[in-house]
C-alpha cells in the first residue's frame, strides 16, 4: 500500500508540475563569469551567480514577459535542435537553454546562433543578468552607502532607456524607500520618483 501510494504523490507531483525554462552561461572574464536564471511559466523566476548560491535573487515577470518568453521557447521547439552555427567566430560563453516539463526534459548548447529566435531568447536572459546587476547595485548603495544611491539610480535609468530592463516591479519597493527619506540626496529622490512613475504607468517593450 505504502508503495502505491508514493507512486501516486509522484504520478501527481508530475501532473502538476508547471514549465520551465533555464538559462546558464559559463563565460570566463565576463562579470558575472557564471549565471544560472530559472523562469516558471506563471513568471516567477530564480536568479544565481555561483552553483551553490544560497541566497539567489527571486523576482516575477509581467505576464506579458512570460508570454514572450515560453512564445519562443516553443518557436525553438522546446530546445529539440541544435542551435550552434559552427561558424569560427569569438568565444561569447557557452549558453545552455533547458526547457523542463514534469518528466519531459530537453536542452541544447551553443557560443554562437544564426537562428533569430535563439538570439532574441538569449537577449531576453541577458536582459534579466543585466536588470539583476543594476538590482543588486541599487540595493546595496540604498543599504550601505547613500552617497552612491544617485549613481545607481542613474545607472539604472540609463538601462531603462536603452530598453534593457525586465520585471521592473522589483525595483519599486527601493526607489520607494529613497523617495520617502529625506536623508538621501535630493536629487536622487526626485530620480528615483522619475523612476517609480515611469514603471508604475509603462511596460517594458519587448526585445528586439
Known sequence: M????????LLAAIASAT???VYTKEFRGSAPAWVNIAVERNGDVVYKEAPNDEYPLKF?????EA??????????ERFSHPLESNLKVA?????TFRFEDGSQTAEVKFNYSLDES???LADWFERMIESEQRFIMLERTVKY????VNDALLQLQ???DRKRLVAVDQYLPLLDRVIKNDSYLHMARERAASLADAFRKEKPAKAE
Open 2 to 9: 505504502r508503495r502505491v501510494f508514493i507512486a501516486a504523490a
Open 19 to 21: 514549465p520551465r525554462v
Open 60 to 64: 516575477k515577470l509581467r505576464e506579458e
Open 67 to 76: 508570454d514572450d518568453i515560453f512564445r519562443l521557447v516553443d518557436k525553438l
Open 91 to 95: 568565444n561569447m560563453g557557452l549558453k
Open 118 to 120: 535563439a538570439r532574441v
Open 145 to 148: 552607502e547613500k552617497l552612491g
Open 158 to 160: 540609463i538601462s531603462w
